[in-house]
């Protein structure tokens, strides 16, 4: 199964973007690439996926390079309620385990 | 609102025990998900269900059993064989296991054990 790498931690500014990388050189042509962020002691949320093109809903944009081996999370204007563990991750209709990894754990600074 | 329900959020359970977490979701979803998760890790697939009535192993199945009888119920039971039950229980549903959908979580269950 393709898995992904992501940064532990990044830090950002509140109110200034945030481009949260993840590599997945492995990748196949049919999986999808999903993003979630998780509070401390809740359940993960979904934030954005896509295949092929860049992604774009209320929440974030999501960045796909041309060879798919790396995305990039964008939050557009940082506040303090998107510090949380972003997880990036692979899925495809036959990988039904969703390998999650530890996430990056996003740090605003008021 | 449409969502996911685990119940309780807290459980304690003695050694030896068995104990059933609950998952119902009113999202009308055909698959539904059972996940652990360990202080600072990601997310271990423990079981998964496609549709009522069956039901398939994750990564992670030994020690745990569950049941599909109803579209929106999906409980699982940690047995008294899984040698290290104490973590954060997730439960989620999408409405397919394509994998351009997207899960939905609950809110989670804690287990410790005494």
């Known amino acids: 199964d393709a898995k992904t790498t992501q940064p532990n931690s990044m830090e950002s500014n509140e109110e200034e973007p945030v481009h949260l990388p993840c590599n997945h050189s492995?990748?196949?042509?049919?999986?999808?690439i999903h993003w979630y962020r998780q509070l401390p002691s809740q359940g993960p949320e979904y934030v954005i996926h896509?295949?092929?093109?860049?992604v774009n809903n209320r929440m974030a944009s999501l960045a796909i390079a041309e060879d798919r081996k790396s995305s990039t999370l964008i939050l557009h204007r940082a506040t303090l309620r998107d510090a949380a563990v972003y997880y990036c991750?692979?899925?495809?209709?036959?990988?039904?385990?969703?390998?999650w990894g530890a996430g990056t754990k996003l740090i605003i600074k008021p | 609102d449409g969502g996911i329900t685990q119940s309780p959020k807290y459980l304690f359970r003695k050694e030896g025990q068995n104990v059933t977490l609950s998952c119902e979701q009113n999202?009308?979803?055909?698959?539904m998900y059972w996940y652990r998760q360990d202080p600072g890790q990601g997310l271990r697939l423990i079981y998964y269900?496609?549709?009522?009535?069956?039901?398939q192993k994750g990564d992670i199945a030994e020690g745990y059993s569950v049941s599909r009888e109803k579209k929106e119920s999906f409980p699982l039971t940690v047995t008294s064989a899984q040698k290290n039950p104490t973590a954060f229980y997730l439960c989620?549903?999408?409405?397919?296991?394509?994998?351009?959908?997207?899960?939905?979580f609950g809110q989670g269950t804690r287990l410790t054990v005494v």
């Open positions: 989620a549903s999408s409405s397919s296991l394509r994998g351009n959908t997207e899960a939905f």
């Open positions: 999202l009308n979803h055909d698959a």
């Open positions: 269900s496609q549709i009522v009535n069956d039901f």
């Open positions: 492995t990748i196949s042509g049919t999986d999808y």
């Open positions: 896509g295949l092929t093109s860049n």
């Open positions: 991750i692979l899925r495809d209709d036959s990988n039904y385990q969703l390998i």
